[in-house]
């Protein structure tokens, strides 16, 4: 039984660490403006330290949130283990903008902040909170990178994340953190190598449990290679834009989660 844990990175999230390089990102990015509403402080800044407490509450629903990655050894390819180092002042970042910071002057920022490159030494996102907008507003800007994320698990970390409404209710205490031991070097990758030796066997496995499940193989075979030919006469388009995103978009009384 080994004495470490880690989760290896599908294909396809790793790739998207492999396409990162120079000016190209692969973070996935926001920005949305919210009512200041129970997050006002009396000198009209906002409640940073509720606002973390607040995602404390949650992380423990988001491992990922709380790892970050380890290349295996001779290989084009990646783990994620959990950081023992784990701090979130570094994750959420506080600033602000001068009184009343207007729609341009947060687009500026945006854009310094989505055009650099997540820290992969550390758990890979950011979320950045921008007092000082007009019409008493407050903005959270996040960095996510797509390895962690995509539009199904977007959704589904914004519902943990947001509420419908602006009540307050009590945050809970979150289950204590205790980091999992990461594997050496040398344990990934011996690991990769037992992996990669099995691969064949596991591909003759799966064949024989395909014809032996499949009513009319011939059939099957054949809907699967025009699957497989339409899929990759797909081509790909993107806007003439470096950033790849929905414009700002206001919220109106909705709020991080147990706000």
């Given at each position: 039984?080994p004495?470490?844990?880690?989760?290896?990175?599908?294909?396809?999230?790793?790739s998207?660490?492999?396409l990162?390089?120079?000016?190209?990102?692969?973070?996935?990015?926001?920005?949305?403006?919210?009512?200041?509403?129970?997050?006002?402080?009396?000198?009209?800044?906002?409640?940073?330290?509720?606002?973390?407490?607040?995602?404390e509450?949650?992380?423990?629903?988001?491992?990922?949130?709380?790892?970050?990655?380890?290349?295996?050894?001779?290989?084009?390819?990646?783990v994620w283990?959990?950081?023992?180092h784990?701090?979130?002042?570094?994750?959420?970042?506080?600033?602000?903008?001068?009184?009343?910071?207007?729609?341009?002057?947060?687009?500026?920022?945006?854009?310094?902040?989505?055009?650099?490159?997540?820290?992969?030494?550390?758990p890979?996102w950011?979320?950045?909170?921008?007092?000082?907008l007009?019409?008493?507003?407050?903005a959270?800007?996040?960095?996510?990178?797509?390895?962690?994320i995509?539009?199904?698990s977007?959704?589904?970390?914004?519902y943990i994340?947001?509420?419908?409404?602006p009540?307050?209710?009590?945050?809970a205490?979150?289950p204590?953190?205790?980091?999992?031991?990461a594997?050496?070097?040398?344990?990934?990758?011996r690991?990769?190598?037992?992996?990669?030796?099995?691969i064949?066997?596991?591909?003759?496995?799966d064949?024989?449990?395909?014809?032996?499940?499949?009513?009319?193989?011939g059939?099957?075979?054949?809907t699967?290679?025009?699957?497989?030919v339409?899929?990759?006469?797909?081509?790909?388009?993107?806007?003439?834009?470096?950033?790849?995103?929905?414009?700002?978009c206001t919220?109106q009384?909705?709020l991080?989660?147990?706000?």
């Amino acid at each position: 039984m080994p004495k470490y844990a880690y989760d290896r990175l599908t294909a396809q999230d790793n790739s998207f660490l492999l396409l990162e390089r120079g000016n190209v990102l692969m973070h996935v990015a926001s920005a949305l403006v919210c009512d200041a509403g129970p997050l006002r402080k009396r000198d009209g800044g906002i409640d940073i330290d509720t606002f973390k407490r607040a995602t404390e509450s949650f992380l423990h629903l988001v491992p990922r949130y709380r790892q970050r990655l380890h290349a295996i050894p001779f290989f084009d390819h990646a783990v994620w283990v959990d950081d023992p180092h784990f701090d979130i002042d570094y994750h959420i970042r506080h600033t602000a903008l001068p009184v009343p910071g207007s729609a341009e002057q947060l687009k500026r920022l945006s854009a310094r902040i989505m055009a650099q490159r997540l820290d992969r030494k550390r758990p890979l996102w950011e979320t950045w909170i921008v007092e000082g907008l007009e019409a008493d507003r407050f903005a959270m800007i996040t960095k996510i990178h797509h390895c962690m994320i995509d539009g199904e698990s977007g959704v589904d970390l914004a519902y943990i994340q947001m509420s419908p409404t602006p009540e307050v209710p009590e945050l809970a205490k979150p289950p204590a953190f205790y980091p999992r031991t990461a594997p050496s070097r040398f344990e990934l990758w011996r690991d990769e190598v037992a992996r990669q030796f099995g691969i064949p066997f596991q591909i003759v496995r799966d064949f024989r449990q395909f014809t032996a499940d499949a009513e009319d193989l011939g059939e099957e075979l054949r809907t699967r290679a025009k699957a497989v030919v339409n899929t990759l006469g797909m081509g790909t388009s993107a806007d003439d834009t470096p950033i790849q995103s929905v414009p700002i978009c206001t919220i109106q009384s909705v709020l991080p989660t147990c706000f």
